[in-house]
């Protein structure tokens, strides 16, 4: 019994033993290890080659100035007598021996009254001109070199030349071409990080919430709620580009002079400041009558209009502002085109801004009335009301979706894209309606939780490389197509790390303000964002420490950075540059790692 | 006039924290609750303000039945129902001030809060109340550097904001020395008696509750085993309560 248990244990011991030598004989096979090849001499070579060359980073040089002193020299020798000119000694001169040869013989070559301790090359010189680097040599204290080299397969009938140029350094060293470039793209390099973190950072704090369970798990809604809501989305973002761009129209219109532009925005602002501040009283005990709250609504909705009015001046002003300031600011012009950036973006995203806000609004205004109407409603007529609201609601889900299948492999066939996925939706929607009737609590928050968790795992299984391959395509090769590419990549990441720090804060107080009977976005930011400061804040600099090392090698895609210098002297074979580039990457990256802990620790 | 009939809860493991329990609190009324750990004192003062969900039953209060309430409405029962915790339950990073503001929550447009905005009413009454706790001066500092006994200060002051018709204090005293524990009961007393606020107080110390309460409700796994006057529980009752091999202490 024992013996055959003590069997079986080394058998299996052996198999696994065999098993490992399999894998691991698999895997020199697939990455083809080979010592031959790191022995053979060639190899060698060329490895010190390229080691001796990235020890010398392409940083200093030194002015040169160039003497050169040449000789005539005839390969073969003439017949006759080789006419030899005497050198004039006073200046510095080269003298060979033998003073004639056949090609591919070895001859010596010394040199006098040269300037002392230089070096150069030496070449020859066809008549075609062509420089023919035949060695190199360094003077002694007296100015005397000698050394030997071999002459080229060249004869010719002409007398050719042998040259040598004595390079001396003149004045201090300075950067050279390369330093320079690689100072330009580095400070680029740096300031793309910063606005791919900045830009990350504003997307996925609120998205982080999302992605958290502990506030996501309660949010529980109805199915007639749902439904209205997933009707009223796409109707508020439709309706909200329309106003948006009714909205542009006056603004345009409003937009001549810089100074008038500017007081309409002012007297816009004080408005909607007024408006809201009637609107939304700071404390109330009761509800106020329904002629009240219905004024309100109107004046949110007034003040909301002229929000986006005033956001439209803005952009506008702030474009103008640009183009007026540009010729005046000289030098410090990229402030000007800032503002005029800023203003074309914000331009931009107003359409964006408006649609989505609408679309949260009259989705959420949809809800709160359906819900309103239907507590009315007897239970026998409430379960038919449901059954149509969530099959409309289930086919225009559907509708949305064939609509993007579509976009993506354009099949154009009505009845694939229109007519099933509306029947499927609907009786989808309808099938979920009867399934509810008994306890319509439908666990949306964790719905929402996992859609998010989905998408933030897919973009951030996508390599920051790979998609600024996409971004390239977009905007062009360029530092912009790596902030936007990196951007993306920090949003994905940043908001998994934040939703798992609001994940593990303490319950207790959230409990506390929940029991106050404050509204689920009061809990957030009174419960929730005072203790998750500290992560928040040491996540995102550790994110812009490794977006920094992202941005060097963003470049390899055309991202923009340093990394499009690296992988261009790379493939030229010029690995002095190359050395040059990645210093700079060690240094900035080893200064960052520096930064960020230090201010990690401050901070938290 | 606070109404308990038949609640029960079932947690989702399955296991029955309050079993058919029923009793009447009328208003004003100091009213502790005892029995062990895990006897469902905290489930049945969190499903009075519907932390918990109670699982059948209702709960009646000022003739609302508050396990039915919507979103909407229990938003506006919290607010008159304070609520003070074994752990304070305060939020440490932010200043005690914005600890005791946040209680009046329930009252302000959410609207405001986004921009962490108050009415001066409120900062005034906040002042008001840290000091009839005695801590007026510690307002500004934040509320982890505060020791045990002015956190849960803190707490109930946060818990007074709320101009609350009735307070639940989940063992308000357990993390506290006997000497602290007798100075936020006062406070608790106080407000009891001044404000004529209904008190709804889990208890461990048997000498608390001769103390401070005008009545006592006792629960065992779940069920309602004792409701009467605090001197009402002699030795028999205690063994009741707390088991068979339990001892008097103290």
Not at chain 1, 227 to 256: E, Y
Not at chain 1, 318 to 339: D, E, Q
Not at chain 1, 549 to 560: C, E, K, V, Y
Request: hydrophobic share 50%; proline share 4%; glycine share 8%.
């Amino acid at each position: 019994m024992k013996k055959s248990k003590a069997l079986s244990r080394s058998l299996r011991t052996g198999i696994l033993v065999l098993l490992g030598l399999i894998i691991y004989a698999y895997g020199f096979q697939v990455t083809r290890v080979n010592l031959k090849e790191i022995q053979s001499e060639q190899r060698q070579e060329s490895l010190t080659r390229v080691l001796r060359a990235l020890a010398k980073p392409d940083i200093i040089e030194y002015k040169l100035d160039e003497a050169t002193v040449e000789i005539p020299y005839s390969i073969p020798c003439p017949v006759g007598d080789v006419n030899l000119s005497e050198p004039d000694k006073g200046k510095a001169y080269l003298t060979v021996t033998p003073p004639c040869a056949d090609p591919e013989t070895e001859v010596q070559i010394e040199g006098f009254n040269f300037a002392p301790n230089t070096s150069g090359p030496i070449f020859f010189i066809p008549p075609s001109e062509v420089r023919l680097k035949r060695g190199d040599m360094t003077t002694d204290s007296s100015g005397h070199f000698s050394t030997t080299i071999r002459l080229p397969d060249r004869p010719d009938e002409n007398i050719q030349k042998i040259i040598t140029i004595a390079r001396t350094r003149v004045g201090g060293p300075q950067l050279t071409r390369t330093a320079i470039e690689t100072w330009e793209k580095i400070v680029e390099t740096i300031f793309l990080a910063l606005l791919a973190t900045t830009f990350g950072i504003l997307f996925a704090i609120p998205i982080s919430f999302f992605a958290a369970r502990n506030l996501m798990r309660d949010v529980t809604t109805t199915v007639s709620a749902l439904a209205l809501s997933i009707i009223g989305w796409p109707l508020g973002i439709w309706l909200g580009i329309q106003v948006a761009k009714q909205v542009q129209k006056v603004s345009g219109a409003l937009t001549s002079n810089g100074w008038i532009t500017l007081v309409i925005l002012i007297v816009v602002s004080l408005a909607v400041y007024w408006l809201a501040r009637w609107a939304l009283p700071q404390e109330e005990v009761t509800k106020p009558a329904f002629s009240v709250r219905a004024a309100r609504a109107f004046a949110l909705l007034i003040s909301g209009l002229l929000t986006i009015l005033g956001m439209y001046l803005l952009a506008n002003l702030a474009v103008l502002a640009g183009n007026a300031l540009r010729p005046s600011l000289g030098s410090f012009g990229f402030l000007a085109n800032f503002f005029s950036s800023l203003g074309q973006i914000l331009n931009v995203i107003i359409v964006a801004i408006t649609a989505l806000a609408a679309g949260g609004v009259v989705s959420n205004l949809a809800g709160r009335v359906g819900k309103t109407f239907l507590d009315r409603l007897s239970m026998g007529t409430r379960l038919p009301v449901n059954i149509l609201l969530a099959a409309i609601a289930g086919a225009t889900l559907l509708l949305l979706l064939a609509a993007v299948i579509n976009w993506f492999y354009q099949i154009n066939r009505r009845d694939l894209i229109l007519y099933w996925p509306a029947a499927i939706g609907a009786i989808l929607g309808a099938f979920l309606a009867i399934r509810a009737r008994k306890i319509d609590v439908l666990p949306i928050g964790l719905a929402i939780y996992y859609i998010t968790r989905t998408i933030l795992n897919a973009l951030r299984a996508i390599e920051a490389l790979i998609m600024a391959i996409v971004f390239v395509v977009w905007v062009g090769i360029g530092p912009f197509a790596g902030v936007l590419a990196l951007s993306l990549h920090t949003i994905a990441a940043l908001a998994k790390l934040y939703s798992e720090q609001v994940e593990s804060i303490m319950a207790g107080p959230l409990e506390a303000i929940r029991a106050t009977g404050a509204t689920r976005l009061q809990t957030v930011i009174y419960g929730v964002i005072p203790q998750i400061v500290p992560p928040y804040i040491s996540f995102t600099m550790y994110r812009w420490d490794i977006n920094v090392r992202m941005s060097t090698i963003i470049g390899f895609a055309g991202g923009g950075g340093i990394g499009f210098l690296l992988i261009q002297n790379i493939n030229l074979l010029n690995y002095r540059a190359a050395s040059a580039q990645m210093l700079a990457i060690a240094i900035v990256v080893a200064l960052m790692d520096y930064l960020s802990s230090y201010m990690r620790e401050k901070v938290v | 006039m606070l109404e308990i009939k038949n609640l029960s809860k079932t947690y989702e493991g399955g296991v029955q924290a309050l079993k058919n329990v029923s009793f009447q609190v009328p208003k004003g009324q100091f009213l502790a609750v005892i029995g062990l750990s895990g006897s469902g004192k905290s489930t049945l003062l969190r499903c009075i303000n519907r932390l918990i969900d109670s699982t059948s039953g209702q709960i009646l209060w000022n003739g609302m039945d508050i396990c039915a309430a919507n979103e909407e409405e229990i938003r506006l029962i919290r607010r008159r129902i304070g609520m003070v915790f074994q752990h304070f339950n305060l939020v440490h990073r932010s200043s005690v001030l914005t600890n005791v503001l946040a209680g009046r929550l329930g009252y302000v447009n959410p609207a405001w809060s986004l921009i962490n905005r108050f009415p001066k009413e409120d900062i005034a009454k906040a002042f008001r109340q840290l000091e009839r706790v005695g801590i007026a001066d510690k307002a500004q500092q934040r509320a982890d550097e505060l020791s045990g006994g002015q956190q849960q200060r803190v707490g109930i002051a946060r818990a007074l904001m709320q101009d609350p018709e009735m307070i639940l204090a989940d063992e308000p005293v357990a993390s506290l020395d006997p000497v602290l524990a007798h100075s936020i009961m006062q406070y608790l007393e106080k407000i009891n008696q001044e404000d004529g606020v209904t008190v709804l107080c889990s208890l461990h110390f048997l000498d608390l509750v001769h103390r401070y309460a005008d009545r006592v409700v006792a629960l065992n796994e779940g069920q309602l085993v004792f409701d009467g006057l605090p001197n009402e529980i002699d030795d028999l009752k205690f063994k009741e309560i707390y088991g068979k091999d339990a001892e008097r202490v103290g």
